[in-house]
């Protein structure tokens, strides 16, 4: 049973920081790019970062560039995004994604990030 578990989201001030964590179990991990989205209340799902399976490419979106970084441990089976410079705009759920291809798209629960002072 493919499985993501998203942890580290919470309420953090303007200018802070957050570490958000991706658990992944049920697929073999290394083989696959992850991807961290994000929604906010009224808008549609965005890709917020990516992440090839060896981790030597990333990608992110403009809004986010030099403020998040999205790394992962084939070790470990996990994947974080390190977001710093927090704008209430980043205000969102996080989700973590997995597309295998041929239908196979995972996402995880989801977790909340709220920027406000």
């Known amino acids: 049973q493919v499985q993501l578990v998203e942890s580290g989201g919470g309420l953090v001030q303007p200018g802070g920081s957050l570490r958000l964590s991706c658990a992944a179990s049920?697929?073999?991990?290394?083989?696959?790019?992850m991807s961290w989205y994000r929604q906010a209340p009224g808008k549609e799902r965005e890709l917020v970062a990516a992440i090839i399976n060896t981790g030597g490419s990333t990608n992110y979106a403009d809004s986010v560039k030099g403020r998040f970084t999205i790394a992962r441990d084939n070790a470990k089976n996990t994947v974080h995004l390190q977001m710093n410079s927090l704008k209430p705009e980043d205000t969102a759920v996080y989700y973590c994604?997995?597309?295998?291809?041929?239908?196979?798209?995972?996402w995880g629960q989801g977790t909340q990030v709220t920027v406000s002072s």
């Open positions: 049920g697929f073999t991990f290394s083989r696959y790019a």
């Open positions: 994604n997995v597309d295998r291809g041929w239908g196979r798209n995972t």
